[in-house]
Structures are given as C-alpha cells and as structure tokens.
C-alpha cells in the first residue's frame, strides 16, 4: 500500500494525463504488479507527455527509452514505402523530453564509422527521430502534416500522435555531406548540414542535444557516432 501511494504521488507529479495506455500498446493483459504497470506508464509519458521546446531538458533513462522504441515502433508496423530502408536498433535509442515535447532517435543496426567514411551520393541510413508536440520547420513554418508519417497510439478512446522521420546521410552534387529527413515521400523533405567534429566519446550511435531559440522553436543537434552532428530548427507543430 505505501508503494502504491508513493507511485500515485508520481504520477500526480505529471501536468497532464498519462498520453499513452500501457495496457492498450502491450497486448494481452498479464499478470503483473501494480508497481511494474505503473513503472510502465512513467516510461511511456515520458515521450507523449512531453510545450515546445522548453529550456530544461532531460535524458530519459535507457531502459525507458527502449520500452518507448519498441512500443512505437511496434504500432508503426513494418513499412512496406519507406524511402530509405532503416533497421532500427531498438536496444541504443535515446529520448529527451522538455515539458511536453518529446523527442526519440533511434539508429540503424549497420551504422558505423566505416560506412560514414565510404559516403557518396546514395543515401545511408542512419535512423529514425520520432516527435511528439514539435516540428522540423521549413523556411521558419512546420512541415505539412500532409507530408509526414504519423504513428497512432490508442490511449482510452483517443488516439495520440507521433511523427516519425527516417534519417539519412549522403554527399550532394557539391560533395558537401548532409543529413537527409524523410517523411512520406521519396524525396528528402528537409536537409542540413553534416559537420565534422571533434571526435568525443559517445556512449550511443546517435545522440540529442537541444536548446531553446524563442517561444516558438528551438535547434535539435543530433550527434552521430561522436565525430558528426547536424542542427534542426524545431517548431510548434501545425494546429
């Protein structure tokens, strides 16, 4: 009883209701404790229950963040017109989340050093980001929903969603390397530059960083293998 009373104070910690069932993402129910199914609602707001770019942030803890990758990417299902073909390894994501953006990257399994080095104009894949509550901005506007895969996760008779973009690397015409972001579409919906960086311990393939630009966007690094990153501009999401 007082283990049950100390995860209802948790919860009650969180400014909106729990976004995402578990017992709806995790299929048939089973016999657990009251303490693990709670543990299990924790880790899943802490993607969906994520207002856009807040200063604060914070890194979900790995364990978390891989019980978040496999219960979306269950629902996202195998897809059949990806435009690039990405395995994602759902053992080395990372999730960050600041009030209620949350945001997720999980990498390919066959991403490496080697294959970055070996880079010419088709594209490599080197993952997914998922976004909850944030957009990439195009030109200083969100995306259109119309171009992007969005993921549904059931939770008590509504439907929450998370957009998902598969990732990639590739030298454009200039031989300049870029990260490529793809949504539904063959073709990259948005592109930045890849930079070189001083090469620094990395404890995952692909890692977050962020900070606040204005009320309404804020830039996303994602650090690649230690010796790469790249800077999204992020803003609100269209109504």
């Given amino acids: 009883m007082k283990l049950a009373r ?3 104070k948790k919860l009650a910690r969180f400014p909106q209701p729990v976004p995402i ?15 693990a199914m709670k543990s299990s609602l924790l880790a899943l707001a802490a993607l969906c229950a ?21 219960k979306i990417n269950e629902r996202a299902g195998r897809i059949e017109d990806a435009p690039l073909a990405v395995d994602p390894d759902l053992d080395r994501p990372q999730g960050i989340h ?10 390919d399994r066959t991403l490496s050093i080697e294959k970055l080095s070996e880079l010419g104009t088709p594209p490599v894949p080197l993952g997914q980001l998922w976004l909850r509550n944030a957009a990439i901005s195009d030109m200083g506007s969100p ?25 990639g690397t590739a030298k454009n015409a200039a031989g300049k390397t870029e990260l490529l972001i793809y949504g539904k579409a063959k073709d990259p919906i948005a592109r930045a530059p890849l930079t070189a960086i001083s090469a620094s311990p990395q404890g995952l393939p ?4 962020g ?5 309404d966007s804020g830039i996303l ?19």
């Fill in 211 to 215: 900070h606040k630009e204005s009320d």
């Fill in 143 to 167: 995306i259109s929903a119309a171009q992007l895969r969005t993921v549904y996760i059931p939770r008590e008779g509504e439907d929450v969603s998370v957009q998902l973009y598969l990732l």
């Fill in 206 to 209: 692909l890692e977050l960083a």
């Fill in 50 to 70: 994520l207002s856009p770019l807040a200063p604060a942030q914070e890194v979900l803890p790995i364990e978390r963040a891989r019980e978040i990758a496999g």
């Fill in 221 to 239: 690094t994602i650090n690649i293998l230690g010796k790469y990153s790249a800077d999204l501009r992020l803003v609100r999401p269209p109504e």
């Fill in 6 to 8: 100390a995860f209802k």
């Fill in 98 to 107: 600041a009030d209620k953006v949350g945001i997720m990257v999980v990498p």
């Fill in 21 to 35: 069932g578990f017992r709806t993402l995790a299929g048939p129910r089973r016999r657990e404790s009251h303490i």
